[in-house]
């Protein structure tokens, strides 16, 4: 098990580079999750000490509260149109960069917005980092009218797929289900392993009730896994084009 000291550290190293990468009079993207609150606190810093002019923009309530509280000036993403760059966490990365995100219920707001920006980085610790995605929970945004039959045409994509009998948990919170920021329901899909993320990605996309799924496929650009000793990894698109 990794020890919870490592995993902050790695992820202060990781933010800390993300921030290097941030210029003045950049439209910035925050992401949300644990990391990515690192990587707020860090710009926060950053801003107050250089007098960074940036315009940003959220991808969730949680992340906006955080850099409000700190100073920071939050926009809404139609307010900037398209961003330069998306700085934001992943539950999973795997060596092609495709990721699974989702674990904090925001990745519907979260692929909005980096699919707006000329660039996603992902900021991680190592043990974000798999040969093969699907270990963590896929997570799933349905509208919560009619979610069982959702999940039951999500069952049968999964079985097409040679997926069957798959476990599909409803996300719940104190004995109700959680809410997004959309107001909709989070399904969980326990597969274990992903053989063919495009090919579920595009069956999940094509149910009607399925909001967006946490699949982030060509979508990062970079990677940047940090390690407790401070030190950083990089892996890039480029490298694999
Ligand atoms: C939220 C996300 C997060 O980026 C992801 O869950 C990683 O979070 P953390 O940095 O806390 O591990 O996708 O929807």
Redesign the pocket.
């Known amino acids: 098990m990794t020890d919870p000291a490592t995993t902050d550290l790695s992820?202060d190293a990781a933010a800390r580079a993300a921030v290097a990468l941030v210029e003045n009079g950049m439209k910035l993207g925050l992401?949300?999750?644990?990391?990515?609150?690192v990587f707020v606190d860090r710009l926060a810093e950053r801003v107050h000490a250089e007098g960074l002019d940036l315009r940003l923009a959220s991808t969730?309530q949680a992340t906006a509260d955080q850099a409000r509280s700190l100073g920071l000036v939050v926009y809404e993403l139609d307010d900037l149109g398209w961003l330069d760059l998306t700085i934001?966490?992943?539950?999973e990365v795997d060596p092609d960069l495709s990721l699974i995100?989702?674990?904090?219920?925001?990745?519907l707001r979260?692929k909005i917005v980096a699919t707006a920006s000329d660039r996603m980085v992902v900021i991680?610790d190592q043990g974000?980092v798999v040969e093969r995605l699907g270990k963590f929970k896929l997570?799933v945004e349905v509208i919560p009218f009619g979610w069982q039959s959702t999940r039951t045409h999500i069952e049968r994509a999964l079985t097409d797929l040679d997926m069957a009998d798959r476990p599909i948990i409803l996300r719940e919170k104190d004995g109700a289900p959680i809410r997004t920021d959309e107001n909709n329901y989070i399904l969980d899909l326990d597969l274990g392993e992903i053989h063919d993320a495009p090919a579920l990605a595009a069956s999940l996309s094509a149910i009607a009730g399925v909001v967006e799924h946490?699949l982030f496929l060509n979508i990062c650009n970079l990677a940047i896994i940090g390690r407790p000793d401070g030190s950083v990894v990089e892996l890039r698109r480029e490298d694999l084009e």
């Open positions: 992820k992401g949300t999750g644990s990391t990515a609150k969730s934001d966490g992943a539950d995100k989702g674990g904090g219920a925001a990745h979260e991680a974000k997570p946490g």
